[in-house]
């Protein structure tokens, strides 16, 4: 079996996995899931321009930087906090009150201003499949030019020379921009105070 059928067979047993563990938890956010993260690593689209500003132009996109759950609709008392439902018995309409549901929201301004992003036509999937996925000690075809690690498997991806290359973490750390050879391509943007957490549903902020 190729590595891109293997790849494949993986993300589809844990998304099958992650709908049959939906049942079981009621508060289950896919968006906010390993799978779902898996999912958008392969079938997303790898980012070429990255430009912060007030509004973006219309060949562009906000990036999304995370995903806030929103709250559940409570009943919010003085002694015992915040629990599911409304308050409905007569001691609860005397001291607590009721919390409206908000809902959920994407993150997409950094600093006031929102990431405008452009991204390529094809998937990391389609680069897979075309070949222009190619192991570390190898170098890419004629008319081809590497544009740095895609993978945790360390591979580097090929474009043709008159395509732009996907933006490197060299790009947003202001490192070294011609070393495209060893550099990691960026696919996965998440905003949080500290270090991200393993758990894509896990998360750290201040009050």
């Known amino acids: ?3 891109s059928e293997i790849i494949i067979t993986i993300l589809f047993y844990i998304i099958i996995t992650n709908f049959i563990y939906s049942f079981w938890e009621f508060d289950y956010d896919f968006e906010n899931s390993i799978a779902y993260e898996i999912d958008q690593f392969i079938n997303g ?4 321009s990255f430009i912060p500003k007030e509004e973006c132009d219309s060949d562009e996109e906000a990036l999304k930087l995370g995903k806030w759950k929103g709250l559940k609709a409570g009943c919010m008392c003085p002694f015992t906090g915040l629990r599911r439902g409304r308050c409905i018995t007569k001691r609860e309409r005397r001291s607590c009150r009721d919390i409206p549901e908000v809902p959920s929201k994407y993150y997409e301004k950094f600093n006031f201003k929102k990431i405008c ?3 390529t036509k094809e998937t990391y999937r389609d680069f897979l499949l075309n ?5 570390n000690n190898k170098k890419c075809p004629e008319v081809y030019k590497c544009c740095g690690i895609v993978d945790t498997l360390n591979r580097k991806l090929c474009m043709k020379l008159n395509e732009q290359c996907p933006i490197m973490i060299n790009y947003i750390n202001s490192l070294d921009k011609n070393n495209t050879e060893n550099s990691q ?3 996965i943007f998440k905003i949080t105070e500290t270090m991200p957490y393993m758990n894509p549903n896990q998360k750290d902020w201040g009050k």
Do not use: F, T
């Open 131 to 135: 070949k222009q996925i190619i192991e």
């Open 117 to 119: 992003v452009k991204r």
């Open 45 to 48: 689209k790898l980012i070429y």
């Open 185 to 187: 391509i960026l696919s």
């Open 1 to 3: 079996m190729a590595k």
